[in-house]
């Protein structure tokens, strides 16, 4: 009978260490996430969130250590192209077209995703259903991140990378976040969330990175 070990994380960063312009950003992380996981990391100002999410992207490649997809380098030629197909990336650079219609703006993305039929509903679901045939430049902050939210659900991948999702939203679209997050992870999807602001992300691993810098005293700390 042949044995059975744990399985394989779906992804695994082993001793990654990251440099940005000759510093040290991020350093010795360990971090294993199977599926239905969740990552929420923290931090202050510059302590390498994005840093984080752009090497597991793949916009930055570790200097030291590896990261891990199905227990192959991400950085290996024929794994990256594989790899990168399993991300929905979120970011304050939110790619919205402002000529287009709300609805153009998920379907552009659905339609280079070779999928379609979900970009109304997902729109629907993050209460922009009204506005599908509006421009998007009518948008205000909190409708264009349920915009990027409403991509998420149309192009369905299974690994999201999500920086800072909860900017701009009001109570119900943060409730919102929360429940897709959780709907995702039921189904087996994965997601990296960067934030500052408290989100319910349940049984998360939650990696907290240092401040790299000693801070000075600021403003705040003179008025308190
Ligand atoms: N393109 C870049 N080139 C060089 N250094 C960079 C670059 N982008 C960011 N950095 C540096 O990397 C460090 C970490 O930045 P990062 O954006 O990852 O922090 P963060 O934790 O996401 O911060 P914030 O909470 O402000 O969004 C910062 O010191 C920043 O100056």
């Known amino acids: 009978m042949p044995l059975c070990g744990p399985p394989l994380p779906r992804i695994l960063l082993n001793n990654v260490s990251c440099m940005r312009n000759a510093q040290l950003i991020l350093r010795n992380i360990n971090v294993s996430i199977h599926d239905g996981g969740a990552l929420v990391l923290t931090g202050a100002n510059g302590a390498g969130k994005s840093t984080f999410l752009r090497m597991i992207a793949g916009f930055s490649r570790p200097s030291a250590g590896e990261i891990l997809w199905n227990g192959h380098d991400i950085t ?11 991300l929905n ?4 650079k939110d790619a919205i077209k402002e000529r287009l219609t709300v609805l153009d703006n998920v379907q552009w ?8 039929g979900k970009s109304l509903k997902a729109l629907e679901f993050m209460g922009l259903g009204r506005l599908a045939n509006e421009k998007a430049r009518m948008l205000s902050m909190g409708q264009r991140k349920r915009l990027q939210l409403a991509r998420l659900l149309a192009i369905d991948r299974p690994i999201w990378l999500l920086d800072e999702p909860s900017v701009a939203l009001d109570d119900e679209g943060v409730k919102l976040l929360e429940h897709i997050i959780s709907d995702h992870r039921k189904k087996g999807g994965i997601v990296f969330v960067a934030t500052h602001l408290p989100i319910e992300v349940e049984d998360a691993m939650i990696l907290r990175l240092p401040q790299r810098f000693p801070r000075r005293k600021t403003m705040v700390d003179l008025l308190s």
């Open 109 to 116: 993305f659905e339609v280079l995703e070779g999928k379609s």
């Open 76 to 86: 290996s030629s024929g794994v990256f192209e594989q790899f990168k197909l399993q």
């Open 89 to 92: 990336w979120l970011s304050l």
